[in-house]
């Protein structure tokens, strides 16, 4: 039996599927916010307790963010995909409701590591991560070079 959109079944299962791409979508920009926080936090303690090294503990923190940001946005990129499926199948008229509540992702993020790579490469990722590691890394050899500075900013904070 064929369905078409205007059918109760259909609308949920539409609702439900754009509703776990915002989660994922705000899973992802979390790990951002997070990661940032974190960074910061880590950068503001290390200089106030003159300890140039501690810089380099925020980084481990942001490899971590890295990777679970990545994950978010390659299982997105999985829902879009099934999405555009379902969407597709209900303009062609070939859904029926075996393909109703049935969303087939595969969540093990080491099943899919080229997925994973293709979400680090990805715009929404890279640039703040090689951004935020970048200026951790300035910081940390700015600190070292400079021992006379280090006394100078924990007194400005």
Same mark, same amino acid.
């Given at each position: ?35 940032i ?15 140039? %090294?501690?810089? &380099? #503990? ?8 890295? $990777? @679970?940001?990545?994950?978010? =946005? ?23 409701v ?18 994973? %790579?293709?979400? &680090? #490469? ?8 090689? $951004? @935020?590691?970048?200026?951790? =890394? ?15 900013i924990?007194?400005?904070?």
């Amino acid at each position: 039996m064929s369905l078409i959109h205007t059918d109760e079944g259909v609308q949920k299962h539409i609702d439900l599927m754009q509703a776990a791409i915002n989660r994922m979508a705000l899973n992802s920009s979390s790990c951002k916010t997070w990661c940032i926080t974190i960074a910061s936090g880590v950068l503001v303690v290390s200089i106030d307790k003159n300890q140039p %090294l501690a810089v &380099l #503990f925020a980084l481990m923190p942001t490899a971590a963010f890295v $990777l @679970l940001d990545c994950y978010y =946005l390659s299982m997105e990129r999985q829902l879009r995909k099934e999405y555009i499926t379902f969407v597709t199948k209900l303009h062609t008229n070939a859904i029926t409701v075996k393909d109703l509540y049935l969303i087939k992702m595969d969540v093990k993020w080491y099943s899919k590591p080229f997925s994973l %790579l293709m979400a &680090l #490469f990805s715009f929404s990722t890279w640039p703040l991560y090689c $951004l @935020l590691s970048g200026m951790l =890394l300035g910081v940390y050899m700015f600190l070292t070079k400079n021992p006379w500075l280090k006394g100078v900013i924990s007194q400005a904070l």
